[in-house]
C-alpha cells in the first residue's frame, strides 16, 4: 500500500507537545499541515514554536535555509473543524479521554471526505472502543508517536477491530515515508511498548520492597550490567511518577487485575505524597535545590588470596579469562561443571542465577559457599555486577568472590538474596510479555523487539535477548521465580515454551 502524497493536507488536532511535535515531522516532510485547538491562540503558539525549531535547525546546518522555510510555510493554524474539510489524515493528540475522542471523530465524519484517514495518537485508550461510535470505523487506526515525535522513530499502528487493513497499510507506508520505523499492533492494552515496558518498572520496584538493595545501586546495576540508558527508578522520577503508576494501573484494570501488572505500593505512596519526581522536585531521588544524588552501593576492594578456577561452556566465565588475562591475573581452566559454575576462587563456587535465590540454590546442593552474579548485556565489557551470597556461605568465601571480580576490573554491588537478582530477572520479564503479545497476535516478534529499542532505548529486543540468554534459560528463570513466590506473575509464555520444546530460538 502506497504512503499519502505529499500533496496530501494533513491535520493535527491537538497542539501540545506530541501535537505540534507530530506537526512537525509531517511538515517536514513534504506535507502541508494544518493545526488545530480549542485552546485561545494554541495553534498559533504551536505553529510559531515549531518554526522556531525549524530555523534552530538551519542554524546547525541540519536543514538548508530553504527547507526550513518551506516546512515553516507548509503550517498553518485553523480555528474550527470545518477548516479540516480536505485534508486525508486527521492525527488527533487530544486528552486522553475516550469521549472526547470519540466526539472528535464523529464530528469530523460529517465534515471530511469519505477517504479521509483518522490516525489517534491515544497510548492507553483502546481504537476498537473510540471506532465503535463513527459510521465508519475502518478509517480509525491508532498512529502513536513517542515523545518527543521528531526524534522518536518508533510508530505503533494499531488496528481495532474494525480498522481496514488498507487503512492499517496507509497508515504505515506513510510513517515510514516521514523517516519512521513503524511497526504494526493489534488494539490491546498498551499496545506493544506500554504493555511489554511493564516488568521494567515492576521488578525493580519489587526488588526495592524486599530490600534488594538501594535505588541508586539498582539504578546502576541496570544501567552498568544491564545496558540500560537509565535505571528503572531515574526513569520513573523522569516520566512522572503520577503518569507511570497512572499507566500501571490502567493496563492492570484493562487485564482484568492481572498479577503481571500489578500496582506497587511504593509508587502509590509516592503519588499520594505528591513526589512525582523531576518535576515536583523529589522522587525516588531528590532534585531539590543543593541535593546530591547517592552514590551506587560498592564493595570495598579486597585483596585477592585465592587461587582462580573458570570453567568452560559459559560466556561469563570465557569473558573473566579474558578480563583476568588483560589484568595479568593468573588463573586456570578446567572442563565445563555439570552443575553450571563458572568459576572457583577460596572456596566460594560462582554461578550466574538461574531464578533461585543462593540461599536456596546452597540448601539444595549441599554446597554453602554459593554465591550468584546477575546477568550482563556483556560481560566482556560491563563495568558494574551484583552478585547474592547464600545465607550459609561463610564470609571469607564471599569476600574470596568479590575479590575475584574485582580482579577482572569489575565494581560489585552486592544485593540480599533476593531470586533472580535485578537484570536477570528484568530481562526474563520483558522477554515474557514480549513473548505473550506475539503468541496472542499483538504484534510480530520482530515487532515487539524493534518497538522496545525504539521506543524505549532498550539496548536489545527482549526477543532477541531471550534468544542471546538461551529460551531455556529463560524459562528456568522464570520457572523458579515462579516456585519461589508462589505467584501466577511468573508464568510462563507458550510461546517460549514452544520454542524450548522445539529447541529453537524466539526468532526461528
Not at 389 to 403: S, T
Request: proline share 4%; net charge neutral; glycine share 8%.
Amino acid at each position: 500500500m502506497a504512503a499519502l502524497s505529499r500533496d496530501s493536507v494533513i491535520a493535527v488536532v491537538g497542539t501540545g507537545a506530541m501535537g505540534a511535535g507530530i506537526a512537525q515531522v509531517a511538515a517536514a516532510a513534504g506535507h502541508t499541515v494544518k493545526l488545530l485547538d480549542n485552546r485561545p491562540d494554541a495553534a498559533g503558539r504551536a505553529v510559531a514554536g515549531i518554526r522556531a525549531q525549524f530555523a534552530k535547525m538551519a542554524e546547525k546546518g541540519k536543514l538548508t535555509a530553504e527547507a526550513a522555510g518551506a516546512a515553516s510555510a507548509r503550517l498553518i493554524p485553523v480555528a474550527a473543524l470545518a477548516d479540516l474539510a480536505d485534508c486525508a489524515l486527521v492525527v488527533e493528540a487530544i486528552v486522553e479521554n475516550l469521549e472526547a475522542k470519540q466526539q472528535l471523530y464523529a464530528d469530523l465524519e460529517a465534515i471530511v471526505g469519505a477517504d479521509c484517514l483518522f490516525g489517534t495518537n491515544t497510548s492507553s485508550i483502546s481504537v476498537t472502543a473510540i471506532g465503535a461510535a463513527l459510521k465508519h470505523p475502518g478509517r480509525l487506526a491508532g498512529l502513536h508517536f513517542f515523545n518527543p515525535a521528531p526524534l522518536m522513530a518508533l510508530v505503533e499502528i494499531v488496528s481495532g477491530l474494525a480498522t481496514d487493513a488498507a487503512a492499517a497499510e496507509t497508515l504505515f507506508a506513510t510513517a515510514a515515508a516521514w523517516g519512521k520505523t513503524p511497526v504494526h499492533a493489534k488494539s490491546t492494552p498498551g499496545f506493544i511498548v506500554n504493555r511489554v515496558a511493564r516488568p521494567y518498572y515492576a521488578e525493580a520496584l519489587r526488588l526495592a520492597q524486599e530490600g534488594a538493595a538501594d535505588t541508586a545501586t539498582i539504578d546502576a546495576v541496570m544501567r552498568e550490567a544491564g545496558g540500560f540508558r537509565m535505571g528503572p527508578f531515574e526513569l520513573m522520577d523522569m516520566i512522572g511518577h503520577d503518569v507511570n503508576f497512572a499507566v500501571t494501573n490502567s493496563v492492570w484494570r484493562a487485564f482484568y487485575h492481572d498479577q503481571r501488572f500489578l500496582p506497587s505500593l511504593i509508587q502509590q505512596e509516592l503519588v499520594d505524597a505528591g513526589f512525582y519526581g523531576r518535576k515536583s522536585g523529589r522522587g525516588f531521588y531528590d532534585y531539590r535545590e543543593g541535593a546530591v544524588k547517592p552514590a551506587p552501593q560498592t564493595e570495598p576492594a579486597r585483596p585477592l588470596l585465592a587461587k582462580i578456577v573458570l570453567f568452560d561452556g559459559s560466556t561469563a566465565a570465557d569473558a573473566l579469562a579474558a578480563r583476568l588475562a588483560a589484568a595479568g591475573i593468573a588463573f586456570t581452566r578446567a572442563a565445563a561443571a555439570a552443575d553450571g559454575r563458572i568459576a572457583e576462587a577460596g572456596g566460594a563456587i560462582l554461578y550466574v542465577t538461574d531464578g533461585r535465590s543462593a540461599t536456596q540454590r546452597a540448601a539444595e546442593s549441599g554446597l554453602a559457599a554459593t554465591v550468584l552474579i546477575d546477568l550482563a548485556l556483556d560481560y566482556a565489557s560491563a563495568p558494574r555486577l551484583a552478585i547474592a551470597a547464600a545465607e550459609q556461605c561463610p564470609p571469607e568465601a564471599a569476600d574470596a568472590a568479590v575479590a575475584l571480580l574485582q580482579a577482572a576490573g569489575i565494581n560489585v554491588s552486592r544485593f540480599a538474596d533476593v531470586p533472580g537478582l535485578a537484570v536477570m530477572r528484568t530481562v526474563a520479564m520483558l522477554a515474557n510479555e514480549a513473548a505473550d503479545a506475539v503468541n496472542q497476535g499483538v504484534c510480530s516478534a520482530a515487532g515487539a523487539d524493534s518497538a522496545m529499542r525504539l521506543g524505549v532505548n532498550y539496548p536489545q529486543g527482549p526477543l532477541a535477548w531471550a534468544d542471546q540468554v538461551g529460551v531455556a534459560t529463560i524459562r528456568a528463570v522464570l520457572a523458579n521465580l515462579g516456585a519461589g513466590y508462589g505467584e501466577d506473575r511468573y508464568r510462563v509464555s507458550p510461546l517460549i515454551r514452544r520454542a524450548v520444546f522445539a529447541q529453537r530460538n524466539i526468532h526461528g
